[in-house]
């Protein structure tokens, strides 16, 4: 049995260091997590006005995910408000909503100093925003 122990005790403190490291790992969600746009069009470096992937599954999908890593924590599971930020279900419809949108994802918003939402221009990708974009879209209530 005591030949036991050593190894018994170094599979504690790796058990130890496994759950250190996914306590650092959990609060990863405060940091902006890459989206993957590969399999989409590139969209080059100009910013358009319109979302050019309106309806595109594959920006859809990829959208959902970006939102719920990015957004969801101010702005609700699902786009349904958490209550500190804007229900952006209720965003107008086509190019309308895709230019408000695109201002406040590129620029967020800071008042009096305070930074209410951080801007995302320079840490997502054009593409990342309009898949988000396109993913709202699917969620928009009148
Ligand atoms: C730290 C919290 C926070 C995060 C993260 C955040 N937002 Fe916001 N967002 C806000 C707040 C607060 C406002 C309202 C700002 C104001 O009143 O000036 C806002 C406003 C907006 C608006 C304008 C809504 C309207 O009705 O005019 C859009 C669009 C938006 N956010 C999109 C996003 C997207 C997309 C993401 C993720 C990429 C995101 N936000 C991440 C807090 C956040």
Redesign the pocket.
């Known amino acids: 049995m005591t030949a036991r122990k050593p190894s018994f005790l170094l599979a504690v403190s790796a058990m130890a260091l496994t759950l250190a490291a996914s306590a650092v790992l959990a609060h990863g969600d405060v940091v902006p997590q890459a989206v993957d746009t590969s399999t989409l069009k590139p969209l080059g470096s100009e910013w358009l006005t319109k979302n050019p992937y309106l309806g595109d599954k594959e920006a859809i999908r990829i959208g959902d995910s970006a939102?719920n890593q990015?957004?969801a924590?101010?702005?609700g599971l699902g786009a349904v408000s958490g209550g500190?930020?804007?229900d952006?279900r209720y965003?107008p419809a086509g190019q309308e909503g895709d230019e408000?949108?695109m201002q406040?994802?590129r620029k967020g918003?800071t008042?009096d100093g305070r930074v209410?939402?951080?801007p995302?221009e320079g840490i997502?990708s054009q593409e990342a925003m309009w898949t988000?974009r396109a993913w709202l879209e699917t969620v928009r209530e009148d």
């Open positions: 939102f990015n957004c924590r101010c702005h500190i930020a804007p952006l965003l408000i949108f406040r994802i918003a008042r209410y939402m951080p995302f997502l988000i």
